[in-house]
């Protein structure tokens, strides 16, 4: 019985901390935009530029 006045206070202390956690994340904008990354991954450009330098061919010396 004498736990709970342990457990009890570490729990309270814990969903607070969870909770500023999670205020801090909302106000920081973690949540904004939670597709723009899926999207961007999808719509990703692997074709090389004519600008950028390529890498020599590989062959047998």
Excluded: T
Excluded at 28 to 42: T, Y
């Amino acid at each position: 019985m004498e736990i709970l006045y342990l457990l009890i206070p570490l729990s309270v202390v814990l969903v607070f901390a969870i909770g500023v956690a999670f205020w801090w994340s909302l106000r920081s904008g973690q949540f904004d935009d939670l597709e723009g990354p899926g999207h961007r991954v999808l719509m990703d450009d692997d074709k090389v530029r004519d600008d950028e330098p390529r890498d020599p061919p590989r062959g047998k010396m």
